[in-house]
């Protein structure tokens, strides 16, 4: 039998014999893991500067920035041969000039504002004619026929200083005897009452008895409406869309030149 020193001395062997194992299996493991790390660090930071978008990765001169710049110099190319054609072409007609030199109206319009109007006193009230621009009217070859016109919207307004007035929405038509017709007459007790949203149109003017029809047409001819005010406002309205549109070319190839 072995005496107890000898057991004691057979546990300690087996005991350090089992730590030197385990520290070379440790070692081993450690080492292994140290190396793959080391290794896969710099190919993980390569794999994701490639994965990268071009415009994501920090050498090199942005190629988001050059394509942009790349179809903005198409964009004026477009540009500019459409601004010379339209310029070379565009011709103001004569009839607007010759109209605001005879007519006791005034054009009161703004570059970039689609609304215009010819404005005139008459004592102590203020006659106002509103339009917009419009589209020139080209018609198909099915439209040719019946239809020679494109009406041009507008409103006929008489006000006292107060704001109380009356207004007539009317549109023109083709025609050599009369060229517009009317839709309603609106009348208000204030510049309040005018602007209100909600407030009452009048009647339609096809509704109204044929005397005071006939008596309406008569009172805005006393204002100054007439056949010659109606071929300037369709001349008008139709430049102005000629002229703004250009003014667009410019201002829109100025801005992708910076």
């Avoid at 339209?86 to 005034?106: A, D, G, R, T, V």
């Avoid at 005897?177 to 909600?198: C, F, L, P, T």
């Avoid at 139709?238 to 829109?252: A, F, M, V």
Wanted: charged share 25%; with cysteine; proline share 4%.
């Amino acid at each position: 039998k072995n005496s107890p020193a000898d057991s004691n001395s057979q546990v300690v062997q087996v005991a350090e014999r089992q730590q030197i194992a385990m520290a070379a299996v440790r070692m081993p493991v450690f080492g292994a893991l140290k190396a793959v790390r080391s290794a896969a660090l710099p190919r993980c930071g390569l794999a994701l500067q490639h994965a990268l978008p071009a415009r994501f990765q920090a050498p090199g001169a942005p190629v988001g920035l050059r394509s942009f710049s790349s179809g903005a110099s198409k964009v004026v190319k477009v540009l500019e041969s459409e601004l010379k054609h339209e310029q070379e072409q565009y011709e103001q007609p004569k009839e607007i000039q010759n109209f605001l030199k005879n007519s006791p109206f005034k054009l009161v319009h703004a570059a970039g504002d689609v609304n215009m109007a010819l404005e005139r006193e008459m004592g102590d009230k203020t006659v106002r004619i509103e339009f917009q621009l419009t589209n020139p009217f080209i018609p198909d070859e099915e439209d040719v026929e019946g239809h020679e016109h494109e009406s041009t919207e507008l409103s006929i307004s008489v006000e006292e200083k107060n704001g109380a007035g009356v207004t007539f929405y009317c549109s023109t038509q083709a025609g050599e005897d009369h060229r517009y017709v009317i839709g309603n007459v609106r009348s208000y007790a204030s510049a309040e009452e005018k602007d209100s949203v909600s407030g009452y149109n009048g009647p339609d003017f096809e509704d109204l008895d044929e005397k005071l029809q006939e008596a309406f047409d008569e009172y805005l001819g006393e204002l100054g409406m007439s056949s010659e005010v109606c071929d300037f406002v369709d001349a008008m309205a139709t430049d102005k869309e000629q002229s703004e549109y250009i003014r667009w070319l410019t201002n829109t190839k100025k801005f992708l030149e910076n």
